[in-house]
């Protein structure tokens, strides 16, 4: 089966450790494979004749939310991480599911925070969902689900692709903003309301949870709704590691050992991992 992105790129690596390969020459065959991730991401979410991607995410968030000034958007892009900051330590009990699930209804910052992470002028491990893409397609996957599926990019990504998508998290704003997005690249996509509504049970056989279980007050409940939400035999790709970021309090959960020890007790598999570029891992279903 054809191998995926950081498993090219580490065995690329051990012909630099054997000395067959240079390190500049390493580094420019990973940007070339990094290059082919960036198009497929761009390709799906610009739209509007931009080429640019932070161009391009900017003017759609300036369309969604009626504002034309670009600079005041990447102004509040740039100071998103620092106003959720704020918000989350004067508003938040991080042990209250209600108190978290109210932070995520009302933070618009969010909203800009992912738009511009989803630039990849900060980092480019939002390039993952390509990785996922290519995984799920290599196995004959079609019914997806992005659980916390934030401002929607990975969804379009994969919708973009053929796939059968659904949008789950528990922000209203979010899913709407999501939702709007979809419509305006005429896209079909199911959203679902975590708050009001559960996931339909046996209906996925590719689940994302990308950067989202270090969010949850409760992530073991959240491997029984996505245990149930699977099809058997279905993958569930995320990544299932977070440290201590004081930049980030918003990151709640730091031990993970309690969610892998409940993967185990449903019988989740793990049949794939990426230990070199972003550290996601893929379990299945049994």
Known sequence: MKKLLPEQLKELWQTVERGTLSGEDYGKEQERLLDGYRSTWKRALLMGGYEDLPAGLVA??????????????????????????????????????RSVEQFYNDSQAMIYELMWWHTLCEDVSPLAYVTALQFASLRGCHRYLDFGAGVGSGGIVFA????????????????????????????????????????????????????????????????????????????LFGRFHSEPDEDRPHHIVVDFGPTLHRFRELGFVEVWRDDWLWGHQVFQKM
Not at 66 to 75: A, H, M, Q, T
Not at 206 to 228: G, I, N, Q, S, Y
Request: aromatic share 10%; net charge negative; glycine share 6%.
């Open 60 to 97: 759609e968030l300036g369309s969604y939310f009626g504002r034309e000034e670009s600079d005041e958007i990447r102004l509040r892009c740039s100071d998103a991480l620092a106003d959720i900051k704020s918000e989350w330590h004067r508003r938040v009990d991080r042990t209250s599911r």
């Open 160 to 235: 973009n692709n053929g796939f059968d998508v659904s949008l789950a998290d528990i922000s209203s704003p979010m899913l709407d903003f999501s939702r709007w997005r979809f419509r305006t690249r005429g896209l079909p996509a199911e959203s679902i309301d975590l708050k009001v509504q559960g996931l339909p049970p046996d209906t996925f056989d590719m689940v994302t949870a990308m950067d989202v279980f270090e969010h949850l007050v409760d992530p073991v409940r959240a491997v029984d709704d996505l245990w149930k939400a699977l099809k058997p035999g279905g993958y």
